[in-house]
């Protein structure tokens, strides 16, 4: 390849591809088996189980098998089993000997695909072992023959990549190999993608089922990186720790050699006993080697001619199914005048059309096909059933130019899986999708509706609801049997890109919260490192400290003069505001535990404007303090000693901030405002601190609550109230925060939770 390739090239590549090509002894052993079976008498049922047992071995087989079953819609198959169950013993040995692309005629192992693929497949079995034992432990029940399979493919996406570009992925591997790295890495830098990207594209198009699609594309992935809306969170974790046993075990190649975390952490992020990944390693290796020896190995020359005679015997049971395909020409004909319809219906939405467009464009293209405009009497109605708790989306045809679009509750025992009729009772229907049919009635009377339902590979995707007196209603009901499938698919991708643009969302809100969520715990990191650092500096400090203020006192009783007098008093005083602040910084870093009671707002406000009206400090009563009067009485559960400090230090900074500067022209006497109000949205009570003075600009306002920060003249403050504030509002279960315009002032609002009447 001399580019790289692109992720749209990939997805032409799997388009084209119908098999993985799976090499080595199990290919051997199972062409053995099924060419022994033609036309010999043997139980079926003994058959199906020993391929299943072969083919379960090897992930490109069980791949393949999965595909072939479940690309035909209907209930999907999760395993070997259920495959060969539903599609039939016969139907799979037809596949496999005419060349689906899951085998090769002859084990040449000289045959390079980058990967050493007997030793690729017992790593591949060492996970899906190790994933079946570990499904019993898991927190949310999971099926352990299911976890098997998915631990089987959590790797197929290299032999998608062996397969698209075998030189570049053997250099790929050699390189990976030789620096112990990260294969992931590699594949992107030498390849274009990686093998997640491609293992999470093949189980899409194959249609292996939500939980291998999970499987493939995240197992790799550390675990808070997996959103929480996946909902096969479970299995990926499951098979994201059997990986790391057998890697840790050395079982097999897997190619990838780094470790984001070991087996015993990974138990331990999942809540598992720490002993339980030891005894799975202790036996993954005999276990894989029990199940290997369990193969067929025989004459490969013998093989080769049975295999050729397979292929003749398949070729007659093709040419059957080619006669069938003529006489379902002649039907197609008939299809024209419908496909025309379907023509004109997807003209009618863009190809990015969320779900209540495409259910518009449906109910027009069912109004065209009966011949009936749609009224307020007599209006057409489409929905799509919800998935999981979403609800159940309604469009309502009633001649108006824009139809209505409603969500109605689902019922929370609906089951979409479905084999039967398309068609059925508007009200029996209804009462299958709908919590309460009632919000039907104020349009229609089911009573009196037909209903159609649209099925999207088994499953109960959507619907239409016309007047059962129609005057093409026969035809309708033709109509949608022959473009069914096809109006259910658009309708599910309609309702898949309605669930991925909230999916998109909730990552972006996911992605805040985390970079919230970093941001406290760096806090929190910073705090207890001062906590610590504050402890030591203090028992380490505050001895020499006091010895030094004592020394200093009583060198200044034994001073001759008063200058002598006047500097030992200083060092005394210095050394008392050295200890103040180790102590303030302890505080900060640990504060006490709050001991929270019933406090009552008006009072404790009133009561600090008094303080501060009293003070001896010139500057401090030079300012006006306004409490604001109530409109209720309001009461906060908080620690009265802290809520004080918190209010106290508030209006400190409000008073020296106003202090000879404020609004207007000229000087005017500098103010500070409380205020409390009940909070809007929640059970709060907000209490506003504001000032006139001139304000801060973005630089110091982003770093207020920062220890040591101070915007006063040197020497005036150390900078620890105001982050102190926070954290003993943060103690007491509230937030804080402050608004301030440059030139306008400053308010501080303290949010605490309010007492329950």
């Known amino acids: 390849m001399q580019d790289k390739l692109s992720v749209e090239q990939l997805d032409q590549f799997i388009c084209s591809l119908t098999g993985l090509g799976a090499r080595g002894p199990v290919a051997c052993s199972v062409l053995e088996l099924l060419t022994d079976s033609v036309g010999a008498s043997v139980d ?20 393949g098998v999965l595909s072939l079953a479940n690309r035909g819609g209907g209930r999907g198959a999760l395993t070997v089993d259920g495959a060969i169950e539903k599609l039939g013993f016969d139907a799979v040995r037809a596949a496999l000997l005419a060349g689906q692309g899951f085998l090769v005629a002859e084990y040449d192992q000289s045959c390079d695909i980058g990967l050493d693929s007997e030793a690729f497949s017992r790593h591949c079995l060492a996970v899906a072992i190790a994933a079946e034992k570990l499904a019993g432990f898991a927190a949310i029940p999971l099926d352990p023959v299911h976890a098997f399979v998915c631990g089987l493919l959590h790797d197929v996406g290299k032999l998608v990549l062996a397969q698209v570009a075998p030189k570049s992925y053997c250099r790929t591997i050699k390189i990976a190999t030789r620096y112990q790295g990260n294969i992931s890495e590699y594949e992107r830098d030498i390849i274009g993608v990686d093998h997640s990207v491609a293992g999470l594209h093949l189980a899409r198009h194959w249609c292996l089922g939500s939980a291998i699609q999970a499987v493939t594309w995240l197992s790799h992935q550390p675990g808070e990186a997996i959103p ?14 059997a990986d790391t046993i057998a890697r840790e075990s050395n079982v097999g190649f897997s190619g990838n050699f780094k470790f984001v975390r070991s087996s015993g952490q990974l138990a331990a992020q999942m809540g598992l006993a720490g002993d339980i990944p030891p005894r799975i390693a202790e036996r993954l290796s005999d276990e894989v080697e029990e199940r290997m020896g369990a193969l067929r190995f025989g004459s490969l020359a ?19 199914l080619n006669s069938q395909l003529q006489r379902g020409k002649a039907q197609l004909q008939t299809d024209a005048d419908a496909l025309g ?65 409603r969500t109605a509750q689902g019922n929370p025992e609906f089951d979409a899986v479905t084999n039967g009729s398309n068609e059925s009772s508007a009200a029996e229907a209804m009462a299958a999708v709908l919590g309460d049919t009632g919000v039907l009635r104020q349009w229609i009377d089911p009573g009196i ?28 009901g033709e109509s949608l049997k022959t473009l069914g499938e096809v109006l259910s698919l658009m309708l599910a991708m309609a309702r898949g890109q309605s669930r991925a643009m909230r999916l998109s969302e909730q990552l972006a809100g996911a992605g805040e919260v985390l970079a919230a969520t970093q941001e406290a715990l760096a806090e929190a990191r910073t705090l207890a490192a001062m906590g610590e650092m504050a402890a030591g500096a203090g028992h380490e400090l505050n001895n020499p400290l006091a010895v030094i203020s004592g020394r200093a006192q009583l060198m200044r009783e034994k001073a001759s003069n008063s200058e002598e007098r006047k500097t030992w008093k200083q060092i005394a005083d210095q050394a008392q505001r050295i200890s103040d602040i ?31 009206t009293a003070s001896e400090d010139s500057v401090i009563r030079a300012c006006e303090i306004i409490v604001e009067p109530l409109t209720e009485p309001l009461k906060v559960i908080a620690d009265i000693a802290q809520i004080r400090a918190i209010l106290r230090e508030v209006v400190t900074n409000a008073v020296i901030a106003g202090k000879g500067r404020g609004r207007g022209r000229g000087k005017v006497k500098s103010q500070v405002r409380i205020s409390a109000e009940a909070g809007e949205v929640n059970e709060t009570v907000l209490i506003a601190i504001s000032d006139n ?18 915007a006063q003249e040197a020497g005036r403050r150390v900078g620890l109230g105001l982050p102190r504030a926070q954290r003993y509002v943060i103690n007491n279960g509230g937030r804080m925060w402050i608004e301030t315009r440059l030139g306008e002032g400053t308010t501080v609002f303290i949010e605490l939770p309010r007492a329950v009447k």
């Open 582 to 612: 180790i102590t303030d910084l302890m505080d900060f870093a640990s504060p006490r535990r709050a001991e929270p009671d019933v406090v009552d707002v008006g009072p404790l406000t009133e009561e600090i404007a008094k303080a501060f």
């Open 449 to 476: 509706y037909a209903h159609h339902r649209l099925v999207c590979r088994g499953r109960w995707i959507g619907g239409v609801l016309s007047p059962a007196e129609a005057p093409d209603r026969e035809r309708l």
């Open 228 to 241: 929480g809306s996946i909902s096969d969170c479970a299995m990926v974790e499951i098979v994201s720790l």
């Open 693 to 710: 003075g001139p304000g801060m600009d973005a630089q110091t306002l982003s770093s207020v609550f920062t220890p040591f920060f101070s």
């Open 44 to 63: 079926g049922a003994e058959l199906s189980g020993d391929l299943s047992g072969i083919v379960a071995l090897d992930p490109a087989m069980t791949a």
């Open 341 to 405: 319809r379907l023509r004109r219906f997807v003209s009618s939405i863009s190809p990015d059309a969320l779900l209540p467009e495409t259910l518009r464009a449906l109910v027009g293209a069912v109004a065209d096909v009966i011949s009936i405009e749609p009224s307020g009497a007599e209006p057409i109605i489409a929905y799509c059933c919800g998935q999981d708790t979403e609800g159940v989306t309604l469009v309502i045809a009633d001649g108006s130019d824009s139809p209505a679009v």
């Open 302 to 320: 013998q093989s080769a001619e049975a295999y050729q005679r397979g292929v003749s015997r398949a070729n007659t049971e093709l040419g059957k």
